[in-house]
């Protein structure tokens, strides 16, 4: 079943830029804008009405109101595409009116872009936005030649409107999906990306521009708390494996009454698919707030625990990992509780090679 | 001659505690708020009118009018104090209409806590600005006892009042300066602080914490051109060392012009303090872009060729630091050009060791 699955993807990761077209559009003075629709998007579940959605709402009615609305974030989407324009720059409208305090605009409602160079994803340059409406250069002067392209989307800002620009006297068409298989991580706003400095160091963006697999972000900001609904829908989505970064949102209380029914009800789905649990939650805002430390004491326990009863109960293909998660210099948050990019260094460290050597096991 | 300067400060450092009174302020409901006046101001390279300036710009009247006005920004300062209460609060005002969108709010013109333990300063919590006047809790339910307290003021903004908060029944009370010595710092906007995710991550301030040597932060964004006016302010400064960090924004002929002057006057000033000379110049955005690439190579050539003529002119106690200063996976940045906190890591990886091994030549 498994293998089935794999080779499917496989065939569509491989094969999906059948469709190539050279394409040319609006032309504003020496640039040509072409609507990233036409382009190759990345990083989703499954297909939505709204292209830069990570999940249909309408299908999965039951989810809370603030979840749906968390979704629309375009959190771990990309846009890839091949060019031999110089000069790489977009046009793009997000929807909210402010950026949080512990993050910056670029982050927000920014754009982030990668190119291959000798077989690995090099950072090329950012959208800084300006306003809801944007026009910026990302990347100028650059050598002659095809650049197969990455470009991440706003970490937690909703997408209205997108179109990238490249010198009028250039192409501009769609790539292949570089990253196969598909990993859900399923989380809270860590696992959404705050505060990665940019879009693309969000982790679960690192973690697959490092492997190649296909890492899809379903960080939910402050509601990562394993709903029913939200559970529902997860074990409904077709994935290779299933990462479960969710115990810094729900309560002590309700990770023991909630992660049963989580892991079980993908388990049953999925009867192959490893399940990956990760103790995530630290909170340096805790190294003086007593109360904040017993709750993510109670929390860590909690999901410890809940893995513990469902290895018991005999779930397989679960696994639980855990360490020293922001190191030991208490550096590694922008505000306490989001770890910065120094923070999510060293969560990589911890995590990146349990997960994929788990994957290897299961030929992912 | 630099004996006699190093006791003075010393007897400045150990005993500036001596003024101590407790004090107790306007009561709003159970929090007693202290005009950060009465505490202990640290971070500064001489006093000035206005307390939370960097410098006296009245004092130093030939200087460009966007330096004076970068040197109303906070950078490197903080307020020092010890209290008892179990929970610290800030009502702040700054100036600034708007955050640079590579940089956090909390950055640009929030506060940052740390609370000595075990002779180390430990992260404690923000203030999270909600506009350019907050009021917010940085940090609650603490055990009882005696806490020394280190909250640094914004990075690129004015300050123009600042009150600390603490439990009505509990006291507060200025610190003594916990960092002895005084090394200049001068530099661009990677000097000042971007794109650091909070105040106290800016790499200076980083040093402090570490070595207990005072590093003053005279980072220009943008505005670290060397020019003749502001190497004459830095010269009229008494420090036991200068470190100059200013490489990344006058262009490769500028550096050619003006680096001779700068060290000169500096040395004639202070015949036997040591200089030292960073090449700190990284430009992620240049992985692609050719012409940023070629005046980032211009600029450190010409910043390290220029230390080799001052020390072949005789020039002593100058020192050059170079490295790979953003490590190699081109992920060190918010934006092409400022650091993140990975990549301010990484260059103190690179070039705190060094720092602090000649300073130590120096009984510094």
New interface residues.
């Given amino acids: 079943m498994r293998m089935k699955t794999s080779k499917l993807i496989l065939f569509f990761c491989l094969f999906s830029v059948a469709s190539i077209s050279y394409l040319f559009a609006q032309q504003t003075g020496s640039i040509v804008y072409v609507d990233a629709k036409e382009l190759t998007l990345i990083g989703k579940a499954n297909s939505t009405p709204h292209l830069y959605h990570r999940i249909d709402t309408l299908q999965y009615q039951g989810m809370p109101a603030v979840v749906k609305e968390l979704f629309t974030n375009s959190a771990g989407l990309g846009i890839v595409f091949t060019t031999n324009s110089n000069a790489i720059s977009a046009r793009w409208s997000t929807v909210n009116p402010k ?8 982050a927000h409602k ?1 754009l982030d872009l990668y ?1 291959k ?1 000798d077989g690995k994803w ?5 959208g ?3 306003a809801n409406s944007t026009t910026a250069q990302i ?5 002659d030649g095809e ?1 197969e392209c990455l470009l991440y989307l706003p970490l937690y800002d909703e997408i209205k409107r997108l179109e990238i620009g490249v010198s009028a006297d250039s192409f501009i068409k769609p790539s292949a999906d570089p990253f196969c298989k598909k990993v859900l991580v399923y989380g809270s706003s860590i696992t959404q990306g705050a ?1 990665a ?2 879009p693309g ?1 969000a982790y679960p963006a ?1 973690l697959s521009r490092k492997s190649g697999i296909n890492f899809i972000n379903l960080g939910l900001s402050g509601n990562g708390k394993m709903h029913q609904p939200v559970a529902d829908m997860l074990s409904d989505m077709e994935a290779d494996a299933y990462i479960l970064d969710c115990a810094a949102n729900p309560s002590p209380d309700e990770i023991t009454q909630r992660t049963g029914y989580l892991v079980k009800t993908i388990r049953d789905r999925h009867p192959d698919a490893p399940i990956i649990m990760i103790q995530s939650v630290v909170r ?2 805790g ?6 430390n017993k709750r993510v004491s109670g929390q860590n326990r909690n999901f410890k625990l809940e893995f513990e009863k469902l290895k018991s109960a005999g779930i397989k293909d679960l696994y639980f990992i855990e360490g020293e998660l922001l190191g030991a210099d ?7 509780v989001h770890p ?6 060293r969560i990589l460290d911890v995590i990146e090679r349990p997960i994929l050597e788990i994957l290897q096991q299961y030929g992912i």
Same sequence: chains 1, 2.
């Fill in positions: 950026t949080g305090s512990n993050m910056t605009a670029i920014g190119i160079r090099i950072f090329a340059g950012v800084r936005p300006t990347v100028e002067n650059m050598e650049k505060s400095s940019r160091m690192r340096e805002s190294n003086f707030d007593m109360k904040i208490h550096e590694g948050t922008t505000d306490g910065n990019d120094l923070g999510f260094d």
